[in-house]
């Protein structure tokens, strides 16, 4: 749930006036301007559902691999976005196997069919070299516990745990 809460996104050129590459941004639970409640209100009546219908839930990464917007990173081509998703459907990633994805405690699958291992780990795709990559990734997370400070007042222990460790 705290990447609901956190609902990390971009904004890309073209959706604002002053966007000439990605920023990166926060939109609660993916919709900030339209939440009545706190954040964690809403990631409660999700996880409810979630385990009503036992849904199992997948983050997807349809942004930036191999580097940022500004140096020689490019879209997730949609194909493997698709690939993914297909996976998804059919049962495939939910008998893969997975690595840990340590910094943002996520377990990252290590194959799927039709989808280039390097594009399922950001470091392998990263073309800038292993020190850049690792202080890009230090940058984000700190965005991440940064942001995510103003939701902690009302937030699980187990929530807050799942956030990014630096």
């Given at each position: 749930?705290?990447?609901?809460i956190?609902?990390?996104t971009?904004?890309?050129?073209g959706t604002?006036?002053?966007?000439?590459?990605?920023?990166?941004?926060?939109?609660s639970c993916?919709?900030?301007?339209?939440?009545?409640?706190?954040?964690?209100?809403?990631?409660e009546?999700?996880a409810?559902r979630?385990a009503h219908?036992k849904?199992n839930?997948?983050?997807?990464?349809t942004g930036?691999v191999?580097?940022?917007?500004?140096?020689?990173?490019k879209?997730c081509p949609?194909?493997y976005?698709r690939?993914?998703v297909?996976?998804i459907?059919?049962?495939?990633?939910?008998?893969?196997?997975?690595?840990?994805?340590?910094?943002f405690n996520?377990?990252?699958?290590?194959?799927v069919?039709?989808?280039?291992a390097?594009?399922?780990?950001p470091?392998r795709?990263?073309?800038?070299?292993?020190?850049?990559?690792?202080q890009?990734?230090a940058?984000?997370a700190?965005?991440?516990?940064?942001n995510f400070k103003?939701y902690?007042?009302?937030?699980t222990?187990d929530?807050?745990?799942?956030?990014p460790v630096?």
């Amino acid at each position: 749930m705290f990447h609901f809460i956190s609902g990390y996104t971009s904004k890309v050129a073209g959706t604002g006036d002053d966007t000439a590459e990605p920023q990166a941004m926060f939109s609660s639970c993916f919709g900030r301007a339209f939440l009545a409640l706190h954040p964690m209100r809403y990631a409660e009546m999700l996880a409810d559902r979630i385990a009503h219908h036992k849904a199992n839930t997948w983050l997807l990464n349809t942004g930036w691999v191999g580097g940022d917007a500004s140096r020689g990173g490019k879209r997730c081509p949609l194909k493997y976005t698709r690939a993914i998703v297909d996976a998804i459907h059919s049962g495939e990633l939910i008998k893969a196997e997975y690595e840990v994805y340590s910094t943002f405690n996520l377990q990252v699958p290590t194959s799927v069919t039709g989808v280039p291992a390097e594009i399922l780990n950001p470091q392998r795709s990263w073309k800038l070299g292993e020190a850049d990559f690792k202080q890009e990734l230090a940058k984000l997370a700190k965005l991440f516990m940064e942001n995510f400070k103003k939701y902690e007042d009302e937030a699980t222990p187990d929530v807050v745990k799942a956030g990014p460790v630096v």
